[in-house]
Every structure is written in C-alpha cells, then in structure tokens.
C-alpha cells in the first residue's frame, strides 16, 4: 500500500498506545490520511461507449463484495468457502469489466483512472514543509502533567522502533518544560525570598542566635503548609507556589514580635526561661489578633465566585493556611528556643560595625518619633492627607490599564491563516507554504507545524492554521510578542491570504477558536440584520487605534453553482429528480461506492469525476444521465445553472444564529481600553436590540 497508508496505520497505533499511558485523556489525529482507492470518471469516454455514472458506480459495488459464503460439511472434513471478491489495490480495479457494448466488453480503465489515493484530499498537515501528521496529546482533569509526559517518553522510542525507516517522529511541543522552568522560577523566588527575610532580621537584631530562632519559623511554616495541602489534594503548581512565597513575609512577622518581647524582658535581667514565659504571656494575645487579621484579608478571596475565584481559590487557601502554621509556631516553638538559647548580654562589647548600625537606628527612631511628634500636634492635616491619598487613590486605579492576565511568554505562537472564499485547495495549500517560508526563515523560531482544510475547529475550505514552537527564551533576543510584531508585515506582503497571530495566555478560559485573541459576538434571529450589523461593526472595529487583526468568523460570500433542475422536462424525458441528484452526488461529492475489509482497518473506495471536470460549472454539460427508455440524457437538457454567493457557514451560541469579531491589540493597549472603545462604538452605532 502507499506511504500515506503507513504512515495512517503508524499514526492510528499511536494514538491508540499513547490513549493507554497513565494521565492521558484523548489523542487528536491532525493531517492523517487513509488510504482509499479513487475512481476518476471520464465523463466523454464514458458517453462514447453509452454509459452514465451510475451504471458505473453499480458496476464498481458489485464488483467488489466481501459476503460470508458459508462452509461444506462432509462426513469427515469441514470447509469455509471463500473467493477472491475483494478488490484491494487501484491496479485491482483497472482490468474490471464495468459493461459490455456491441459484444465487446468496456474496462474500467476505458472510461475512468483508478488511483491509489486517500479519503480526504482536501486537508494536509506539514511539520516546517515536510508532510506529517500531528499528534495532540491532552491529559486527564487532575493528572499532573510532568508526569504524564515522562510516561509519555518512556513509551516512544519502543514505537519508534518498530517504524519503518521512511516515518520518523518528533516531538512538536512539549508543555511540562515550560511548566517545569516556571516551577522552578518560582521555587528560586521562594529560596531567595526566604534567604532576604533572613538576612534583613540579621541585619536588624545583628545577633546570630537571636536571628536563627524567627528563621527557623520559616522553613516549619512552609513544611506545615505543605501537610495541609496534602490533605487539601492540592498540587505544587503556580499559584500555590505564588502563595507560598508571599507567605514567606508573613510568616516571620509574629516569631519576631514574639522574640521582641521575650528579648525585652532578658534585657530587664530577667532568665531566659521566665522571660520566655511572660513575654510569650504578655503578647500572646497580639499574636493571635496579628494571625487572624491577615487571614481574614484572604478569606474573601476564597470565596470569590466565577473564574476569578476557581483561580484563587487555592491561592488563598494555601497562604491561610501558611498565617496559622506560622502563628502556632510562634506561639510553641519560638519561645521554647528563646528559653533555651538565648542569654543575657547586656556587658557584651560590639565592634565598630555593630556601633554604626546602632547610631543609625537611633537616628532613624528619633526621625520617626519627631515626625510622629508633628502629626499628633496637626491631627486635621494628617486626616486631610489621609483624605487625599484616598482621593488620588480612586483618581489614579481609574486611570491605570486594566486588563485579565498578562501577556506572558510561553515559548509559542498560533495563527490562523484565511484565504478568499472562493480558493481552491490547491491554492490554499500553496499560499501556505509561501506563509511558511517566510516564517522558516525567522531565527527565534524553533519548529513550527501548519495545516490546511476544514477541521472540526475550522470547517470551511479557506482557513488554515500554524503553531510556532520558539527557541527557549535565553536563546533568543526577542519575546513572543516583539516577534509576532515583527513577523505581521512581512506576512501581510503575501499576496492572497491573511495571517492572524496571537500569543497564547497561559491560561485559556471559555469563549470560541477565533482567528484573533478577543472576542465580541452578536447574537439575531434575522439573518439578514445579523450579516449586516456584523459587517458595518466590523469595520469600524478596524478603524479604532490599537485595534489589529480584526476578523470575524461570518463567511457568507462562498461561491455556489444553483442548479434549476426542470421538473416537467425531465418527467417527460423518463427521468426522476433522484436520478440526478445520484449522478450528481457520484460525480462531485467524492462519493463511497464500495469498501475495502482489509487485517486492521477498512478503506473506501470513491467515485468522482476527474479533476479537469471539476474545474468549472461549464463542465456539468458533460454529465450524463440514462433515462428510463435508455437513452442518454445530457444533464445541461434538464437543467439551468446560475452562480451566486451564500453563507459557508452559519454559526450558533447559545441555539441563537450568531457571529463573533476577534481582533488582536497592540502591546501597550490595555483590555480595559479596548472594552471601553468597543461600548463606546456601541453607543455611536446604536445597535437593534
């Protein structure tokens, strides 16, 4: 069988293989071709030996059977009865007698060219420019992604091995590394976080013992948290590490209040231990008030509701629990140390470092208790600062960019490319590969894969898509949005086919698989008012500033051949509306005739007419159809054609008809600005209800 079938079959197994390993929820086939043998009609040789396409297509389905036959029984031995019905290769075909005119029989290669082809020829996938299919691997809800990628690893190179030399793989994108490089980011924050903590109460207290006894709240606060997550089911990712680290601040706060006053009562020359006592007596109860009052700032976080909420909500959770582990260490295990290692120094001698901390934190308490001085002497100017700050507060969080989630960078790029409506695919296919050109001659991209033809994401002949894998950040001099800035003009210049793209967030919440980054959808009964209001909107949307790549999914000027058929004509000529239709569905629609049973799958074969008669509508002239006196009707005698555009598509949301505009915005132009220029758009344009 062909290459295509291989690489079909390799791709099948896979898939099949990898839907197995532990934490992968399904296996997305893109660009797979199967295997199915074509039959290309031609449509005057077939009229010259009087033949119509279905009288074909009739010839062809009986042609190639596969039917249980049954056995022979005898007295002593049992045989299954099997014959060679099946038709399995195009060379198969060529040879078979499809009819018989003047006591000569007529070939299938007399009027029509078997082909070893594929089921859909009108999508193809490449990885850089060499034809591929794509895996799309997604893991289950729950399943830790590191992990089922080392499963995943593990699993390959036993495939690859059991491949033939012609089919090799690659892995296109690999998510867990820059999961990985974020975790570990953010463990390092935590360290360092940790680390200057600690030097800062070195610095302050400038006694060893003394800055050892908060630090070690630290560790324990972390390591207590971490029970609670556990128990909680919560993961090691992101925002839990983002908890974590802002705790990290938090979490020393009460052990240095605590060890504060338990130095103070030592340095009055009380003992370790009765200073351990009654300081941690004295300032229990601030301890606790402390505790509980910054739990209680992330308490309404954890019960936020909508998106906002299932994203903090662990967040949350994590640093609470992070405060009370640490007020429960303060509370036990800070004055316990205190009582055992800490001592009375109060003849101790300090070097001059020491001295020259010490004259500046004198000054610095002076300064504070002056200035405190001033502000209890003027309370009405104090409270008209407080008043101002509050005021420029609202003035400057109503000026400040507002947006959802930064833009990150997370080493990819997608695009969606879009043609005429009316392109072929061969066209189709050939502006893309000019698109990849040029992105392959990019040096901050790795890799990149692209695919044309209708999907279930994209269902229309004119799209296509890219996925641009980047060159790790350290590798390369520009981010992912300086990059897509950089390619826009260049793939503007190709002639015949626009090129969306957009920098992936990290984080993908609701809405649809658009050309551009954000969405505004309208919503009609009326068809007509919905195409219209879509249109006008949409140009207006391209006129704001910072506004780029508006698009939208409405894709109602697709080409169609209307075909009117005669009623009364064909009755008269002893044809039936169903009989058309039939010659027609087998000659255009790429129709399966008949099935290939083969060891591990099945294959279609398919009927159509050859590819010079589907260029145009003048080519339907050339179909016949046989009428029920015998004769051969030509199909432009029962017929009139026009061209005319509708709708490729009519898009949903919500049961209701439906049409979305994306559009992309310049780095610089927040999401709060860009929602207020749309509303205010709404307003000028006063939108039907």
């Avoid at 003047?102 to 299938?108: H, I, K, M, S």
């Avoid at 594929?118 to 590191?146: F, H, M, Y």
């Avoid at 630090?215 to 925002?239: E, H, Q, R, W």
């Amino acid at each position: 069988l062909p290459l295509s079938t291989v690489n079909e079959y390799a791709a099948t197994q896979l898939a099949q293989r990898l839907s197995t390993v532990t934490g992968v929820a399904q296996v997305l086939v893109f660009g797979s071709q199967k295997y199915a043998v074509r039959i290309q009609a031609n449509p005057d040789q077939m009229a010259s030996r009087g033949m119509g396409i279905d009288e074909l297509r009739q010839a062809i389905a009986q042609a190639n059977v596969n039917q249980p036959l049954g056995q022979l029984d005898g007295e002593r031995q049992a045989f299954s009865i099997k014959d060679n019905g099946q038709l399995t290769t195009a060379a198969a075909y060529r040879p078979l007698i499809v009819a018989w005119r003047n006591g000569a029989p007529v070939r299938l290669e007399e009027v029509a060219t078997p082909i070893d082809g594929v089921e859909n020829s009108r999508i193809a996938a490449w990885n850089v420019d060499k034809r591929a299919i794509v895996l799309a691997i997604q893991r289950q809800p729950g399943a830790n992604t590191i992990e089922t990628v080392e499963s995943i690893k593990r699993t390959l190179p036993a495939f690859q091995a059991s491949l033939p030399a012609s089919i090799s793989m690659t892995t296109l994108y690999d998510r867990s590394i820059t999961i990985s490089e974020s975790i570990e980011d953010v463990q390092f924050t935590l360290v360092l976080a940790g680390l200057l903590v600690i030097l800062v109460i070195l610095l302050f207290l400038r006694n060893l013992s003394a800055t050892l006894i908060p630090a070690l709240a630290l560790p324990i606060s972390v390591v207590g948290t971490f029970a609670v997550m556990y128990t909680l089911d919560y993961s090691l990712d992101n925002l839990s590490l983002l908890a974590l680290t802002l705790a990290v601040g938090f979490v020393v706060d009460d052990a240095i209040v605590m060890l504060e006053n338990i130095v103070r009562h030592i340095e009055q020359g009380e003992t370790p231990l009765q200073a351990a006592i009654k300081g941690s007596r004295e300032i229990g109860f601030t301890i606790v008030s402390m505790t509980v009052s910054l739990t209680a700032v992330f308490i309404p976080v954890m019960f936020m509701s909508g998106i906002v909420g299932r994203l903090l909500h662990e967040f949350a959770v994590t640093i609470c629990a992070s405060i009370l582990v640490s007020g429960i260490v303060s509370l036990t295990l800070t004055p316990m140390l205190c009582s055992r290692y800490l001592k009375h120094t109060a003849n101790e001698k300090h070097g001059r470092v020491f001295q020259a901390f010490e004259r500046f934190f004198a000054a610095l308490l002076s300064g504070y208790e002056r200035s405190l001085r001033q502000a209890m002497r003027h309370p009405r100017w104090v409270v008209f600062g407080f008043v101002l700050s509050v005021v420029f507060s609202g003035i400057l969080f109503s000026q400040i960019p507002k947006g959802f989630l930064p833009s990150g960078d997370s080493g990819q790029i997608s695009a969606t490319t879009e043609g005429a409506q009316d392109i072929s695919f061969a066209a189709m296919a050939e502006k893309q590969r000019a698109v990849a050109a040029i992105i392959a001659e990019d040096p901050n991209i790795r890799s990149f894969m692209s695919s044309v033809g209708p999907t279930n994401s994209r269902p229309t002949l004119n799209s296509g898509s890219f996925s641009l894998m980047l060159k790790p950040r350290h590798e390369r001099e520009l981010s992912a949005d300086e990059i897509i800035q950089k390619l826009r003009p260049k793939l503007a210049a190709v002639p015949g086919i626009r090129v969306y793209m957009q920098n992936p967030p990290a984080i993908r919440i609701g809405g649809q698989v658009t050309a551009a980054q954000y969405q505004y959808t309208l919503q009609s009964t009326d068809l007509e008012e919905l195409y219209r209001w879509t249109a006008t909107l949409l140009d207006r949307v391209r006129q704001l500033p910072g506004f780029v790549d508006a698009t939208s999914n409405l894709k109602n000027d697709g080409p169609v051949v209307v075909l009117d058929i005669d009623r009364d004509k064909i009755a008269t000529l002893g044809l039936t509306f169903g009989q058309v239709e039939d010659a027609l569905q087998s000659a255009f629609s790429a129709r399966q005739i008949s099935t290939i049973y083969g060891t591990t799958s099945q294959y279609q074969v398919i009927l159509e007419v050859a590819p010079e008669y589907q260029l145009d509508p003048s080519k339907l002239s050339r179909l016949y159809v046989r009428a029920s006196s015998g004769k051969l009707i030509p199909l432009d005698t029962v017929t009139r054609h026009t061209q005319r555009t509708q709708a490729m598509t009519i898009n949903h949301q919500g049961q209701l008809p439906s049409a979305t505009i994306s559009f992309n915005l310049l780095p610089g132009v927040s999401l709060g600005d860009a929602v207020d220029r749309i509303k205010t758009l709404e307003q000028e344009m006063r939108l039907p209800a």
